[in-house]
């Protein structure tokens, strides 16, 4: 039953987040990112996406790595899935 509220909640997130994005204040950036958050345990797209997001950024793969013991067990096996290939 929780991944299905994770998907509806991450899904709403982010189409809430396109809508505001044109808006001044960040807060379309930050409504997409909870969403990709929400969805990346279950969505294989959203996992490629972080994963080519981790490669492409290595200051934001450092950080995840870093701070990875610090999170819940559902992100930290994202984190592990989403590691970049090297």
Not at 32 to 58: D, E, K
């Amino acid at each position: 039953m929780l991944p299905i509220i994770h998907q509806f909640f991450g899904a709403t997130l982010i189409v809430a987040g396109l809508i505001v994005l044109p808006l001044p204040l960040p807060f379309g950036l930050i409504m997409i990112t909870l969403g990709c958050a929400l969805l990346a345990p279950y969505v294989p797209m959203v996992q490629r996406l972080i994963r080519h997001m981790r490669s492409r950024w290595p200051a934001l793969d450092e950080k995840l790595r870093r701070y990875q013991h610090r999170f819940p067990p559902v992100i930290k096996n994202t984190i592990d899935k989403t590691h970049p290939a090297e």
